[in-house]
């Protein structure tokens, strides 16, 4: 089994928890067949609360109003026509879930089925009444965008970070609610800390997420841009560009240490040998911030790791609790 199926998996897992209901290897809800007969398939006029009961019943197109929780911000078109001609072919599979909020219906989760449908010219769509408040809305459509391998890095970010300021909660607090690992989280809004410019590239697919993550360590936005275009000029892999960076942060490194040599000639330079050096630059990769190592002969020493704000701060505890080590480790600012 592939870890990408695992992942799949576990977040289909993360959905049903939600929902309450087993779901297929896609994501979407199993039903029995008693779930989608009776008195509750009848017209799109039905609007009567269902508890904690499931309707299903089909809806108009046209009476569905968006999730406002949409991370999704662009949809293929190309896949909506197929989709779309798929629907027409084979009907329905699975119903889209909606809420009612107000007297009207609201989707909760299948906007690609949903535009899939009116594309293809049909007036209704099979569909499920769910009890849910905002704050699951929010957490289902995470999910459901997550299983979609072409939703765009910056989207996820964007609602992760969305659902964090508004329910003020932590990424940890999240990762537990999406039974998803912290690291995914961690990982992707680490990339909005990224130059509008660079952002505006990962969404354009000019370059991609690993690309984008190995620029991460680099201090200066002008340099980080410019790298950026090297990447595209010359069609640079991301074992490339992370390449590129260690050498550009092994130069700066440099010389920093030789401001401080030339400031302060009475201090004498403890030499770094090459072990610690490249393992000082391995971390310094892994973490995105400047990493000090220092050993004794016995075999003693220290790892720093620096911070500039607080929230530099969050992210790297968060790095160092999913690595599963305690924070032994000396923080300098």
Not at 112 to 118: D, E, F, K, P
Not at 281 to 309: C, N, P, W, Y
């Amino acid at each position: 089994m592939t870890s990408a199926t695992t992942k799949d998996r576990r977040l289909g897992k993360g959905l049903a928890a939600l929902l309450g209901t087993p779901l297929d290897e896609d994501g979407n809800p199993i039903h029995e067949a008693s779930d989608l007969g009776g008195s509750d398939s009848g017209g799109g006029n039905d609007k009567k609360s269902s508890g904690s009961k499931i309707q299903s019943l089909e809806l108009k197109v046209d009476e569905i109003q968006n999730n406002p929780f949409q991370p999704r911000r662009e949809f293929n078109p190309d896949e909506i026509a197929s989709l779309a001609e798929s629907l027409k072919n084979h009907q329905q599979l699975q119903p889209v879930l909606v809420r009612i909020v107000d007297g009207k219906y609201q989707l909760i989760s299948g906007e690609r089925r949903l535009r899939a449908t009116i594309h293809a010219g049909l007036k209704t769509i099979r569909a499920e009444v769910r009890d849910a408040d905002d704050r699951l809305v929010a957490e289902l459509a995470i999910i459901e965008n997550l299983q979609r391998k072409d939703l765009n890095p910056i989207e996820k970010a964007l609602s992760f970070k969305r659902y964090i300021d508004e329910h003020k909660c932590k990424q940890d607090d999240l990762a537990r609610r999406l039974s998803i690992d912290r690291s995914t989280i961690a990982n992707l809004m680490r990339l909005l800390e990224l130059p509008e410019a660079i952002l505006d590239l990962l969404q354009a697919g000019e370059i991609s997420a690993g690309h984008a993550r190995a620029l991460l360590p680099i201090g200066d936005e002008e340099v980080q841009i410019r790298t950026a275009g090297k990447i595209m000029e010359d069609s640079w892999s991301v074992r490339a560009t992370e390449s590129h960076v260690a050498e550009l942060l092994k130069a700066e490194e440099d010389a920093e240490t030789g401001k401080k040599i030339v400031n302060a000639t009475r201090q004498k330079r403890k030499s770094i040998s090459p072990q610690i050096e490249s393992m000082q630059q391995e971390m310094r990769m892994i973490f995105g911030t400047k990493v000090e190592i220092k050993s004794s002969a016995r075999g003693r020493g220290k790892i720093t790791l620096h911070f500039s704000d607080p929230d530099e701060f969050e992210r790297l505890r968060a790095i160092l609790a999913d690595a599963g080590q305690p924070p032994r480790l000396k923080v300098a600012g």
